[in-house]
């Protein structure tokens, strides 16, 4: 009786000689001549189906959990389950003073309308769109306009709007066409129809427990072609769309963690004043340096962070719900250390001490530290317990390295080795040595 064929081992020049093995042991085969012949086409047909199905079907496995996921989309799909969205790309933001002369002393008001530009000094030889986003208005001061502390996003500030149609959207679901948004930036106005003169504004779903069913909230997520969606309620959980309502959705395209630093600007538009007056002389004074650019959320953090919020629920105990929370609402993170108070040198009690390395950056500065604390941290962390910000304390290493090499090995010359080396090195330092 013949053998029966091993399925368990799946590589192609094993499935050939198994099918080979299992052919020579039948009366039909004897003596039969499998190399010479056309049947070892015919083997290497069969071989290589089974390994097609057995990688694939490899793959499949490897994709329908969240730690072996490599496509991001099945790694988005898991995190979805988890009530976990991906952080998108985070505009750098700088603030400035912005003084506009009028050249008269007449009373009027000015409004800087959101999407205004502003160009930024170069950075690598390369300057950076900066924008308004939201309308600022002042009243004049003697012959000048003073916007004080404005605060401009790095990046185009775009419009889209969505008609929503029941019957062939009914999910109500609008799909952003852009890569490179920064979610936080986005902003949307539905009218219930193309006529009506009202406008209202929807926030975004930040916890469900909070959305009854009339409030006026929308949904964002990311979905399996790597964009971000919006989508809105059914009357239970946040306020249905009236069938033929208009959508209006504005948000800054971002260039992420490149116009970091960015401190000095100028304004490139004219606007007009209520007195319909041109204004075109500005003075634009920095206040902070661009900060807070960060790039989209990798395949990896996803599969990290996913299950750590979940498990947190947004609320902030332990020192990990802590460093988990950050890494997903201020991504302007090359790497964090967190610890309770208790394991503090010496022990300070009813603190959590968060240690940020940000991207490009050696320290977080005064402004981002206010804002992870206040915007962040404030409406999530437990009353008795007090966040700290530290900066990370650095080690500075010299190193001084010899390279020996076979010249008979190799047609590289000195110099491409070294800078092959070098390379190396800093390749090393960015991924290992500058992570707590």
Same mark, same amino acid.
């Given at each position: 009786?013949?053998?029966?064929?091993?399925?368990?081992? @799946?590589?192609?020049?094993? $499935?050939?000689?198994?099918?080979?093995?299992?052919?020579?042991?039948?009366?039909?085969?004897?003596?039969?001549?499998?190399?010479?012949?056309? @049947?070892?086409?015919?083997?290497?047909?069969?071989?290589?189906?089974?390994?097609?199905?057995?990688?694939?079907?490899?793959?499949?496995?490897?994709?329908?959990?969240?730690? #072996?996921?490599?496509?991001?989309?099945?790694?988005?799909?898991?995190?979805?389950?988890?009530?976990?969205?991906?952080?998108?790309?985070?505009?750098?933001?700088?603030?400035?003073?912005?003084?506009?002369?009028?050249?008269?002393?007449?009373?009027?008001?000015?409004?800087?309308?959101?999407?205004?530009?502003?160009?930024?000094?170069?950075?690598?030889?390369?300057?950076?769109?900066?924008?308004?986003?939201?309308?600022?208005?002042?009243?004049?001061?003697?012959?000048?306009?003073?916007?004080?502390?404005?605060?401009?996003?790095?990046?185009?500030?775009?419009?889209?709007?969505?008609?929503?149609?029941?019957?062939?959207?009914?999910?109500?679901?609008?799909?952003?066409?852009?890569?490179?948004?920064?979610?936080?930036?986005?902003?949307?106005?539905?009218?219930?129809?193309?006529?009506?003169? $009202?406008?209202?504004?929807?926030?975004?779903?930040?916890?469900?427990?909070?959305?009854?069913?009339?409030?006026?909230?929308?949904?964002?997520?990311?979905?399996?072609?790597?964009?971000?969606? $919006?989508?809105?309620?059914?009357?239970?959980?946040?306020?249905?769309?009236?069938?033929?309502?208009?959508?209006?959705?504005?948000?800054? $395209?971002?260039?992420?963690?490149?116009?970091?630093?960015?401190?000095?600007?100028?304004?490139?538009?004219?606007?007009?004043?209520?007195?319909?007056?041109? @204004?075109?002389?500005? #003075?634009?004074?920095?206040?902070?340096?661009?900060?807070?650019?960060?790039?989209?959320?990798?395949?990896?953090?996803?599969?990290?962070?996913?299950?750590?919020?979940?498990?947190?629920?947004?609320?902030?105990?332990?020192?990990?719900?802590?460093?988990?929370?950050?890494?997903?609402?201020?991504?302007?993170?090359g790497s964090i250390s967190v610890w309770g108070g208790e394991d503090n040198n010496p022990p300070i009690y009813g603190k959590t001490f968060i240690c940020i390395k940000p991207f490009n950056a050696t320290k977080l500065t005064t402004v981002e530290k206010a804002y992870i604390k206040s915007t962040v941290l404030d409406n999530?962390?437990?009353?008795?317990?007090?966040?700290?910000?530290?900066?990370?304390?650095?080690?500075?290493?010299?190193?001084?390295? #010899?390279?020996?090499?076979?010249?008979?090995?190799?047609?590289?010359?000195?110099?491409?080795?070294?800078?092959?080396?070098?390379?190396?090195?800093?390749?090393?330092?960015?991924?290992?040595?500058?992570?707590?």
């Amino acid at each position: 009786m013949a053998d029966r064929l091993r399925v368990t081992e @799946l590589d192609f020049d094993t $499935i050939k000689n198994n099918l080979k093995t299992f052919l020579s042991q039948q009366s039909q085969f004897t003596d039969y001549d499998f190399e010479g012949s056309g @049947l070892n086409v015919l083997l290497d047909i069969l071989a290589y189906n089974t390994h097609y199905n057995a990688y694939y079907m490899n793959m499949v496995a490897n994709e329908s959990f969240l730690d #072996t996921a490599l496509l991001r989309s099945s790694a988005v799909s898991h995190a979805k389950l988890l009530n976990y969205i991906p952080y998108s790309s985070s505009s750098p933001v700088a603030k400035i003073n912005l003084n506009a002369y009028s050249g008269s002393t007449t009373p009027g008001t000015m409004t800087i309308p959101a999407g205004y530009n502003f160009l930024s000094e170069l950075i690598d030889g390369k300057s950076y769109n900066f924008v308004s986003n939201e309308d600022i208005t002042v009243t004049k001061t003697n012959s000048t306009y003073y916007f004080e502390n404005v605060e401009i996003y790095e990046g185009q500030r775009v419009t889209y709007v969505f008609n929503y149609v029941q019957n062939s959207n009914p999910k109500q679901v609008f799909v952003l066409p852009d890569a490179n948004i920064d979610t936080k930036t986005i902003k949307v106005v539905v009218s219930p129809s193309s006529v009506s003169s $009202i406008s209202t504004k929807y926030n975004k779903v930040v916890d469900i427990l909070d959305v009854e069913s009339t409030s006026e909230v929308y949904f964002l997520e990311e979905n399996l072609a790597g964009n971000f969606q $919006i989508s809105f309620g059914n009357d239970v959980v946040g306020k249905k769309l009236p069938d033929g309502a208009v959508i209006s959705v504005s948000y800054i $395209i971002t260039n992420g963690i490149a116009a970091n630093k960015a401190n000095n600007f100028l304004a490139l538009q004219t606007v007009a004043d209520s007195l319909g007056q041109t @204004l075109s002389n500005f #003075t634009v004074v920095p206040i902070t340096a661009a900060s807070g650019g960060s790039t989209r959320e990798s395949v990896d953090s996803i599969k990290f962070s996913a299950p750590a919020q979940f498990a947190t629920q947004n609320r902030l105990v332990t020192f990990k719900d802590y460093e988990t929370y950050v890494l997903n609402n201020y991504p302007n993170i090359g790497s964090i250390s967190v610890w309770g108070g208790e394991d503090n040198n010496p022990p300070i009690y009813g603190k959590t001490f968060i240690c940020i390395k940000p991207f490009n950056a050696t320290k977080l500065t005064t402004v981002e530290k206010a804002y992870i604390k206040s915007t962040v941290l404030d409406n999530r962390k437990v009353v008795s317990i007090i966040p700290e910000l530290v900066d990370p304390e650095y080690f500075n290493i010299a190193l001084h390295v #010899t390279v020996y090499y076979n010249e008979q090995e190799t047609t590289r010359s000195a110099s491409e080795i070294g800078t092959i080396v070098r390379n190396a090195i800093f390749d090393y330092d960015d991924a290992e040595l500058q992570k707590f």
